[in-house]
């Protein structure tokens, strides 16, 4: 299995079908907590002398089969599954990050991410510098002695501004105590695999392409043994943001059908990309697969495909936004991404209001700025939905 192509084990890997009823789809395991034959069999599992069950915050049998595919999709040997994107991110932040430490973070993150780190971090004594992570020099610039963690999103929400992942790796390198942590939500293990470049950590908003369907919030942290044991043993154990086991099964159920709706959605999001740059009412469009993307050579280079999140400035600015998403019909406006649907939002006020606006400016992101999450549906709909809601 482990030899298998990356397509196949999408299909495979959940070894879902390793249950006593021969059952060919994971079961639900929706129970709280799990029998002991006798109180020695109890203590050895409190011990972590015996393999097996205890209580589903500490593990479920649902949730360990996404964690085994989630660790084997990533090229890693271990996971957790968690009850949304911020349960992942915020229990891998604060395993790793004590009081007196310091972070280096890219200055275009998912808003929560980024209020996580400006507000509540520094409430805890965490300092974080947010810097332009696109230009690797910015990362090196801002490391100080108790820096602890690199954290990078690429590509970036809302921007699409990419990271150079083998550079964030050769500069932890530098220095001998830094994790490395890298947001492959709008990518999914389909497309970029941060752990096979050297990445410590990677964590999914599973809610979005790994779910794909819109019905279900869910996080994951991959990485390594020891590391991934710890933060299991510690922000997970006792902070308690675990993934529900009827949630693990939906997630186990939409990543098999993931590299089909990556791969449409990449085919349609180029083409959307295309009729955006060449629209007269367009001012600017951000999409990695486009040659005007500055760091479209760097894309091509770390990312097999180019994703399905398009941004785009429209020449009439704020109001010629208002009046498009307001007029769409098949684009949904709503935010979230990555499902099979084409969703349509407006950062500035939506997804990334959290993040104060100066700060948002600066990272590029616009209130002009639209973006969307391009879907499966035929392309040539998409693209007559955005045309007549920008022409009206
Ligand atoms: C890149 C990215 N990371 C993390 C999150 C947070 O995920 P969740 O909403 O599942 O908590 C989001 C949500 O939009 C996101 O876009």
């Given amino acids: ?8 084990r999408i299909v495979h890997a959940d070894e879902g079908q390793k249950n006593e009823a021969g059952a060919l789809r994971t079961p639900i395991y929706q129970s709280s907590t799990f029998v ?9 599992r409190f011990a972590g002398e015996e393999a097996g069950y205890i209580y589903t915050r500490l593990g479920n049998p649902t949730q360990k089969n996404l964690e085994k595919q989630m660790a084997n999709l990533e090229g890693g040997d271990d996971a957790i599954a968690l009850g949304s994107g911020m349960a992942a991110v915020s229990a891998v932040v604060m395993n790793l990050l004590n009081c007196g430490d310091h972070m280096v973070a890219s200055d275009t993150l998912y808003g929560c991410t980024h ?4 507000e509540l971090l520094p409430n805890w004594g965490i300092e974080v510098t947010f810097v332009d992570t696109s230009e690797p020099e910015n990362i090196r ?4 002695d108790n820096t602890k963690v690199i954290y990078t999103e690429t590509p970036a929400n809302p921007t699409i501004s990419i990271t150079d992942l083998e550079e964030v790796v050769k500069i932890a390198k530098e220095k001998d105590d830094i994790t490395t942590v890298v947001d492959n939500t709008f990518m999914t293990p389909y497309l970029q695999r941060p752990l096979e470049m050297g990445i410590d950590i990677v964590i999914h908003s599973a809610t979005k392409y790994l779910g794909g369907h819109g019905d279900t919030v869910a996080g994951i942290v991959v990485g390594f043994e020891e590391l991934i044991g710890d933060i299991k043993m510690t922000t997970v154990k006792d902070l308690g943001g675990i993934i529900a086991p009827f949630d693990a099964f939906l997630l186990l159920r939409g990543i098999k059908t993931l590299a089909v709706r990556v791969d449409k959605i990449c085919e349609n999001a180029m083409k959307v990309a295309k009729f955006l740059e060449e629209h007269p009412a367009v001012e600017r469009v951000y999409y990695p697969g486009l040659e005007s993307h500055p760091q479209h050579e760097l894309a091509k280079k770390q990312m097999e495909d180019f994703g399905g999140i398009i941004a785009f400035e429209l020449k009439g600015g704020f109001e010629a936004g208002k009046n498009l998403l307001n007029n769409v019909e098949l684009c949904t406006l709503a935010v979230s991404l990555g499902d099979v649907d084409t969703l349509i939002q407006h950062p500035a006020s939506m997804t990334h209001s959290v993040v104060p606006q100066e700060e948002r400016e600066k990272a590029g992101i616009t209130d002009g700025m639209v973006r969307v999450s391009v879907g499966i549906e035929d392309v040539d709909d998409i693209i007559e939905d ?7």
């Avoid at 299995?1 to 196949?8: F, P, R």
């Avoid at 209020?115 to 400006?118: E, K, N, R, V, W």
């Fill in 1 to 8: 299995m482990k030899d298998s192509k990356l397509t196949t």
């Fill in 386 to 392: 955005l045309k007549q809601g920008m022409e009206q």
């Fill in 115 to 118: 209020s996580l780190f400006d």
């Fill in 36 to 44: 002991f034959d006798n109180v020695e069999q109890g203590a050895a």
């Fill in 141 to 144: 610039a801002a490391i100080k």
